[in-house]
């Protein structure tokens, strides 16, 4: 990606437009070859190991070609023709299975990935073999790494219950992301992008190829800003990636570091169906300083050794921090929840007021993903694990209030204030065997440990048996097993793949998950949601905390099977597979939003999720390709009773669970014409979402359509320029502008989030 040769002067100028163009301000409101059949990643084959490749871009966090045919990839190829004005979780919606959105409606700002309609708390993320998912909310939080797509090689994505890398417990799949290392030549590249809704990017990369010692290094500088489709949903990002790597004869090593600033403003909360009918760009959240600022650095270092021709060791140790804060505007707020009470002269206790708050929250993740890979001849033996420690401190603080002077804040009101501690560890085992005539068996077996503390502080009005401490420990074992045959010989002048395998999985609960269902852990007076309460002595008579054990929300347990084939010829690809995932304690939407604007969620007793997942890919002549991806899915209670908060009690078996749509799919056109033009015409369907688990026909997001186009001129093979890699581009999106929403929920009427209407990106791009 990063390899043409960097000229001094084009750098200076370069670098010095890059400085002028990163200014701090909230916009105005705040050529490539059609790839061949070869790299479809529906169907592959092949003798591939688990390191086939320099560096560690190729983990055993992956599969190789001849192993699963549930897993796809998005290739360098496709991420060179990316829409860089959506983040990540928008471009892997062209595999099979998966969903994404975003809060203000267009690309960037929070973003949401789900796979088989399971949100992103269930799909594990592995950055170069390292999980990104938070420890203690389980998110992703695609928005506080600005541009990431940008430093990306590819990605694979596994569907289903995958494998234990990482200390994994990935329930919908995996999204493995594998980033650009530095390159062997020195080089630059530079990106700049405008748009709808006050888009702009800018982006500068620069290699500076192997250079004494052994050592290549790189460097990213991005910076992007977008008002959003929606009412004060714009958002600002700024990131830094660097990364070096060293390779000898037997050892590889590479260090890296991702950080950068976001700053977006709320569109968290979806929007009554009554208000969208007149208003499809409503913003609930009307406060003009509604804003998150969150800054989250990762730091990683990865060594690989050959110990021989036979024996792999990789080591991986990560870092991550992070601090930020979110500020909201909040009315007739009681004075004591926010220990305003206490203040001379303030209001009473029982007295409601309006004031300003900022939550603040402070994360340190640190870790270690070791493995050790045993080639065996016909077989190959994996063994890994993970540990990590977890801390957290989240804290509330009052900037305004009503009826007291300016300066009564000068130094904030602290009013709550807890933390979390994490521990945690797994093992595993992972042999896989030829069994010969194209048969390969691989069982994998996974024991995990974790253990969550909770502990409020004394602070403002939390004292005594409002404080309230717990510690939960949970021990997952995690058996998994498949069946692989590449049919041998030719198969209707093809080759003829299938496959099995079926495992099991558990998650723990969130830390939101293990409190009361509408409020949380900075709510005076919320008690956490567990069946044994201890009152803890301070030794003067008094109580200093309440000690809370057997949680009442219980860990989700799944087990998953998968069966499917697939044929690959010289010009068509195509695999069909079927999945039936059983789930005892699924943690499901109920409904709602908590106020923070997290979905209200608990357990379902029994569930059932079944799908089938389709896609094919055709080669049309030389210059043409079109590719089909198409998933059905049936999500449904097999054993639900539910309470709602009125006290009512509803029985939901057999009725579909909220949030799963019914069903995805998209067609692809990709189109050379000529060397220099390519173009992109592309048609998604998404199914209709129930927004509760009532099945009323009336709680839903309708199903949807939309229509896209891209263009691509490659300037030097059209006889521009002589010299360098410069491509424009032009996305054009909706061009049907069709009226749709992405995601939602019911409280007392259909509340939604509506996405954008047609919209375009255009850009160019140039290598040096």
Known sequence: MRRNRLFPHHFLIIAGWFAAGAAPGFAAALAHPAPAIPDTGAIRHGKVPVYSAPGVEVTASRYGQDDRLNVSNVTAGELARREPDQDLPLLVQSQPGVFSYSDAGGGLGYTYLKVRGFDQRRVG????????????????????????????????????????????????????????????????????????????????????????????????????????????????????????????????????????????????????????????????????????????????????????????????????????????????????????????????????????????????????????????????????????????????????????????????????????????????????????????????????RKRYTFAQDAVGNFAGDRLNRYTVTDGFFNPKGALDWAVPGAVAGGRLLLYANAGINHREPTDSELFDTWTGGDDLGAQPLFGSRREVSDGHGGVAYVEWSDPLVKPERVVDREFGLGWRGRSLAWSLGGYWMDFTNEIVPYGGVSDDGSGIRGNAGRTRHRGLEFSARAQLGASHVVSVTASRSWDEAVEFIFHDWDGAVYDNAGKPLALFPEYLAMAVWDGQWGEAVRSRLRVRCTGRQWLDNSGLGDRTIDSWTTLDASLWLDLRKAGFIHEGDVSVFAHLRNLADARYETWGYWYGENWKTPAAGRNVAVGIDCGF
């Open 125 to 448: 993320v592995l950055l170069d073999g390292i999980p990104l998912n938070d420890p203690e909310d389980h998110q992703v939080w695609w928005v506080d790494m600005p541009d990431l797509a940008s430093d990306v090689q590819d990605i694979q994505l596994q569907r289903g219950v995958t494998g234990s890398v990482g200390g994994m417990t990935a329930i919908g799949g995996t999204v493995d992301i594998v980033t650009t290392p530095p390159g062997e030549r020195p080089g630059t590249r530079v990106a700049l992008d405008t748009g709808s809704y006050a888009y702009r990017r800018q982006m500068l990369a620069w290699d500076s190829g192997r250079g004494a010692g052994g050592w290549a290094t790189a460097i990213r500088l991005s910076r992007q800003e977008t008002a959003g489709y929606r009412d004060r949903s714009g958002h600002e990002g700024w990131a830094v990636a660097w990364s070096a790597r060293r390779t000898t004869a037997r050892t590889i090593d590479q260090v890296g570091v991702q950080t950068g600033r976001e700053l977006s403003h709320h569109a968290w909360d979806a929007v009554p169906e009554s208000i969208l009918a007149v208003d499809r760009t409503a913003n609930m959240e009307t406060y003009h300083n509604a804003v998150d600022d969150f800054r989250q650095p990762h730091y990683q270092w990865h060594h690989t050794w050959f110990v021989n021709d036979r024996l792999t060791l990789v080591s991986r140790l990560y870092h991550v921090r992070g601090d930020g804060f979110y500020e909201n505007y909040k009315a007739g707020q009681s004075a004591e929840n926010y220990a305003l009470d206490l203040l001379p002269g303030g209001p009473a206790t029982g007295d409601n007021v309006d004031l300003i708050r900022r939550k603040w929250v402070s994360k340190r993740h640190t870790g270690w993903v070791p493995s050790l890979v045993w080639e065996q001849g016909r077989g190959r033996l994996l063994l890994g694990g993970d540990a990590y420690t977890f801390h957290s401190d989240h804290w509330g603080e009052v900037l305004w209030a009503d009826g007291f002077t300016p300066d009564a804040f000068t130094t904030p009101l602290r009013y709550h204030e807890y933390t979390g501690d994490k521990r945690a560890w797994s093992l595993y085992a992972d042999e896989r065997w030829g069994l010969g005539g194209g048969l390969q068996a691989t069982a994998n077996l996974q024991y995990q």
